[in-house]
């Protein structure tokens, strides 16, 4: 079956410490994204990419990094620069960028507490 | 700029009881308006999508939302609200200058009474 898995499920991270959270899809999509999901906030979107080798900054890039190496796979690492990384993470692909009407399909996400 | 605005961030139905679930946008040109449900620590899941043609568009699991250009609206409803629609629901607006990136609202929690 064609989706999204993100992996670990639940991530524990000590401060001071970068994690990396795995997102792969298997859809064929050009476009990847990262949102990050707050109680009461809604989903805010960290990067996203159009292709590989190629990604850009969402609305709250701070603190976090990506790589696009492979279309499949976009890992983010949350680095010991942002502030407050307690959050639910929330990976997703689109056909590509380029087209609004396109929906997007979501992983089921990664919870990281930071202890 | 463009923005999503669910008014309501927590409603409560009866079990049975028709449901409508408010979603304001503000966009320039034709929008293109998406719903998304989340179950508890899951990811989001797409009901239904509109960006163009009939205004009432129908979803997944009995949802269906109308378009409404005067009042900058894309509501959803359902007739009959069964126990497992308790979840997070979300408004979406697509990206402007055609991109992909989308505009979530800061989403309604349903929870459904016996």
């Known amino acids: 079956d064609g989706g999204i898995t993100q992996s670990p499920k639940y991530l524990f991270r000590k401060e001071g410490q970068n994690v990396t959270l795995s997102c792969e899809q298997n859809l064929n999509h050009d476009a990847m994204y990262w949102y990050r999901q707050d109680p009461g906030q809604g989903l805010r979107l960290i990067y996203y990419s159009q292709i590989v080798n190629d990604f850009q900054k969402g609305d709250i890039a701070e603190g976090y990094s990506v790589s696009r190496e492979k279309k499949e796979s976009f890992p983010l690492t949350v680095t010991s620069a942002q502030k407050n990384p307690t959050a639910f993470y929330l990976c997703?692909?689109?056909?590509?960028?380029?087209?609004?009407?396109?929906?997007?399909?979501f992983g089921p996400g990664t919870r990281l507490t930071v202890l | 700029a463009q923005s999503v605005t669910q008014p309501d961030i927590h409603i409560t139905v009866s079990e049975g009881a028709s449901l409508e679930l408010r979603c304001n946008y503000s966009y320039g040109a034709t929008p293109y308006l998406f719903w998304y449900v989340q179950s508890p620590g899951q990811g989001l899941q797409l009901l239904l999508k509109?960006?163009?043609?009939?205004?009432l568009v129908q979803g997944i699991k009995g949802f269906e939302a109308e378009f409404k250009r005067s009042q900058s609206s894309f509501n959803l409803r359902k007739p009959s609200v069964h126990w497992s629609d308790a979840a997070e629901y979300f408004c979406?607006?697509?990206?402007?200058?055609?991109?992909?990136?989308?505009?979530f609202g800061q989403g309604t929690t349903l929870q459904v009474k016996p």
């Open positions: 997703a692909s689109s056909i590509d960028l380029w087209t609004s009407s396109n929906e997007q399909f």
């Open positions: 979406a607006v697509g990206g402007s200058s055609n991109t992909g990136k989308l505009i």
């Open positions: 509109y960006f163009s043609g009939d205004t």
